[in-house]
């Protein structure tokens, strides 16, 4: 069973910075993509930024220029560094990981609060 693990949240004022991480229980080739994704209180889960095998990336309008996808194939870790927090960026953050034939998988979720 794939397991990813999330860290880095935390409580951070606007303005500042929050690098998360997830970390695969195995080699994230494995994964046609992996993704974040958060979710604030009352609202849907929504698709933050997503990094594919090849490397390529998309993201969040919201977030393009503030946050940035990266992965370490050697270390089987996906990053997202997030610059510019706003409040609104105050939400659970999840990392997923699909494959082609057994499905998505998710992480616990870490919590970023953006907050004077």
């Known amino acids: 069973q794939v397991q990813l693990v999330e860290s880095g949240g935390g409580l951070v004022q606007p303005g500042g910075s929050l690098r998360l991480s997830c970390a695969a229980s195995?080699?994230?080739?494995?994964?046609?993509?992996m993704a974040w994704y958060r979710q604030a209180p009352g609202s849907q889960r929504e698709l933050v930024a997503l990094i594919t095998r090849e490397s390529n990336t998309n993201y969040l309008d919201s977030v393009k220029g503030r946050f940035t996808i990266s992965r370490d194939n050697a270390k089987n870790t996906v990053a997202l560094q997030m610059n510019s927090l706003k409040p609104e960026d105050t939400a659970v953050y999840y990392c997923n990981a699909k494959k082609a034939i057994s499905g998505a998988y998710w992480g616990q979720g870490t919590q970023v609060t953006v907050s004077s």
């Open positions: 195995e080699t994230i080739n494995n994964f046609l993509f």
